[in-house]
């Protein structure tokens, strides 16, 4: 596939701060091409938790998006700290944004959010049995609420278009099937 590949010929940061490190590269294409500028940023890696309580439901939170100017439905999720492992991190977000945990978790994936213009990685993660133990702890540029919602309707919110974060929708569908492959391994014979 090495024939498919952008050779990279210079870059200049447009902008560098805590959040994004936005710049403007300049790439021959494989056709001989060469295409300037091609934007990409670098940004935090960070987790997404596909949460259950105890009755089987999905922990959500509902905050304003700036992106899309609407205030969404998605799972609990953060940015991972620098030297922080991602399963620290979830563990982590899961406490701040609905002051549960988890003692039952399992690793979904990684992903690439925009693998066109950005090179951090989602790690999605499953948390079972989440029990709330502590109050929220949110950061200063959080407002959320927390709600809890059956598989149904949350499927349902996916569907009409009302639970829209591309990796949290992702993160559902991972966690759906390895459930049900978990179920159907610890009884065979239902099929």
């Known amino acids: 596939m090495d024939h498919l590949s952008w050779e990279f010929l210079s870059e200049e940061k447009v ?4 959040y994004v490190d936005l710049r403007a ?3 021959r294409l494989p056709n001989g091409r060469i295409l300037n500028p091609f934007y990409r940023y670098h940004s935090r890696s960070f987790v997404v938790i596909a949460a259950k309580g105890t009755e089987g439901d999905y922990l959500c ?3 304003f998006r700036p992106g899309i100017a609407a205030v969404t439905t998605e799972f609990p999720a953060g940015a991972i700290e620098e030297g922080e492992d991602p399963l620290a991190a979830a563990k982590r977000e899961l406490l701040e944004e609905t002051g549960c945990v988890s003692r039952a978790w399992t690793f979904l994936g990684r992903l690439s959010p925009n693998a066109t213009i950005a090179d951090n990685t989602a ?6 049995g989440c029990v709330k133990v502590a109050d929220q702890q949110l950061d200063a540029s959080e407002c959320l609420d927390v709600i809890r919602l059956a598989a149904e309707r949350l499927h349902s919110m996916i569907g009409g278009r ?3 974060q591309a ?12 459930m049900q492959k978990r179920e159907q391994e610890a009884c065979p014979d239902s099929e």
């Open 123 to 128: 790690w999605c993660y499953l948390a079972e």
């Open 167 to 178: 990796v949290h929708v992702a993160a559902y569908y991972l966690a759906e099937e390895w």
């Open 25 to 27: 590269g300049k790439y």
């Open 15 to 18: 902008r560098q701060d805590e």
């Open 162 to 164: 009302d639970f829209v």
């Open 61 to 63: 939170v509902r905050q």
